[in-house]
């Protein structure tokens, strides 16, 4: 059997062929060929092709019972075989460790001598040194004539999982010399983007795996999420729907993907028909993720943005004002995040703040001593809904985006610290760092924001009015 599996070093058009079901996701096709194919059994050296990729798509079944059948079979067949069986047990030690009964596993590796390795018994023995170590050797693979392809991939997912891509490509470059028809190159170039950028580049390669396998709504889904981060909503929402159509089972993340997609059409369209597709998709993706028994929390909170995104326009200005203080965390998430990810916020502001109330949220840069902050303005919200509870803030507040500069400006104040030992209500808001502000704390922020651009600015003509208001 040994020598089998070494000689074949052209790809079996038989295996290609199921390994083309495999890239284009097509599970019911794959299955009928394996089937089909191993029950002829007339080339052994492509069935232990053929068994490795089955043992891939059945240990994602849940129930294992795929898996625990063809344990049952190999072992037939290594006690019928009459000769070297290492190849059949090594199998059956990867479908022990698939199944999670890693003793097992061990015990039936070292039953196989060094003499008889081969590329599945060198396989289990890396995943077993990952419990141990992060960066185990993977050059083993070249020792061996032929090029498993399931391995290659397991392999090469391992490798990018842990950020050792420049090792990625290398062993994808070799995969593809004998599959160039696969996706393994591309996948890792745009794993490689996606961690280091250009971003111009992911949506080139996205869009190549997305023709190129159709049927794999992984690639649909990447692609819309690339088209609308460039703002190109239409063609991500068709892409969504794609990946919708194609998924085997309804997926609550690519309906909220969707639904966002529709919200923004529906924020620069106002069109009833607009609102009520956004609304739908929102709504089906709640239930779908009940269902599921996954989070509702993005979608849900998509939906309420889609609802106030409606209502907004009505929300008169207060004579309120409030200051929020910020954490280094939230503070660089509310500056680096598209504005379209941040028009619509819930924070706990306890239950003073009111719709039409104004919040500058600002953070300490540095502190060197009590008389030396440097404060900077992330951004301005206006309170667009009454205080909601919340059972673990006790109050959170919606609110809509009014102003982000490009910079994070400068203010020119001091805030007098009462006391971290000090405690308020969960009503209070100063126990979320939000403070009242007086005509005189607005007046300084006004006039820092003024020095800082200039009267001509648009952004400081605009904070102007607030207070000629």
């Known amino acids: 059997m040994a020598s089998q599996q070494s000689s074949l070093n052209i790809v079996d058009p038989l295996y290609l062929t199921c390994l083309t079901h495999h890239w284009n996701e097509d599970l019911p096709k794959l299955k009928r060929q394996l089937y089909s194919a191993l029950r002829t ?53 990867m479908i022990h460790y698939e199944l999670g009964e890693v003793e097992a596993a061990e015990l039936m590796l070292s039953s196989i001598s060094r003499s008889q390795r081969d590329l599945y018994s060198e396989e289990l023995r890396y995943y077993l040194r990952l419990h141990e170590e992060d960066s185990p050797e993977w050059d083993w693979i070249y020792d061996f004539a032929s090029c498993d392809y399931i ?44 961690a280091v950028g250009p971003f111009s580049d992911v949506i080139e390669i996205v869009s190549s795996l997305a023709e190129k396998f159709p049927m794999r709504h992984q690639y649909q889904y990447l692609k819309g999420l690339s088209l609308f981060r460039t703002k190109r909503y239409e063609e991500a929402a068709n892409c969504f729907e794609s990946a919708i ?44 993720a009940i269902e599921q028994g996954v989070s509702i929390h993005e979608a849900s909170n998509q939906k309420k943005r889609l609802e106030k995104m409606r209502e907004d326009v009505d929300v008169e200005l207060s ?17 680096t995040n598209d504005l379209d990810d941040i028009q619509y916020i819930r924070r706990p502001l306890g239950n003073k703040p009111q719709p039409g109330d104004l919040c500058f949220f600002v953070y300490l840069d540095k502190k060197s001593s009590k ?33 982000r500069h490009e910079i994070a400006l400068p203010l020119d104040m001091n805030l007098i610290d009462e006391g971290s030992d000090r405690k308020y209500s969960a009503e209070d808001p100063r126990k979320y760092s939000v403070f009242s502000m007086d005509d005189s704390a607005f007046d300084i922020i006004v006039e820092s924001i003024r020095e800082s651009l200039g009267d001509e600015d648009e952004f400081a003509q605009a904070i102007l009015s607030l207070r000629s208001a």
């Open 371 to 403: 008389s030396d902050q440097d404060w900077r303005l992330a951004a301005l919200y206006k309170v667009v809904e009454k205080p909601e509870w919340d059972p673990i803030h006790r109050y959170h507040s919606l609110m809509s985006l009014q102003f």
């Open 319 to 335: 004579e309120r004002f409030w200051l929020a203080m910020m954490l280094p965390q939230s503070f660089a998430s509310l500056r």
């Open 41 to 93: 059994g007339e080339q052994a050296s492509t069935d232990i092709y053929l068994y490795r990729l089955w043992i891939d798509i059945a240990s994602h079944d849940d129930t294992f019972t795929d898996l625990r059948a063809l344990k049952d079979h190999l072992n037939t067949l290594a006690s019928d075989s009459g000769g070297d069986a290492s190849l059949y047990y090594s199998l059956i030690a």
């Open 151 to 194: 391995v290659v991939e397991k392999l090469v997912d391992s490798l990018v999982v842990r950020g050792r891509f420049a090792e990625a490509c290398e062993l994808s470059q070799y995969a593809a010399k004998y599959y160039p028809q696969s996706y393994i190159y591309e996948k890792v170039k745009l794993e490689v983007v996606r």
């Open 245 to 288: 159509e194609t998924a085997h089972e309804p997926h609550p993340e690519y309906l909220t993907r969707l639904g966002h997609c529709q919200s923004e059409l529906y924020r620069i369209g106002r069109t009833e028909q607009l609102y009520s597709g956004a609304l739908s998709t929102l709504e089906k993706a709640v239930e779908t």
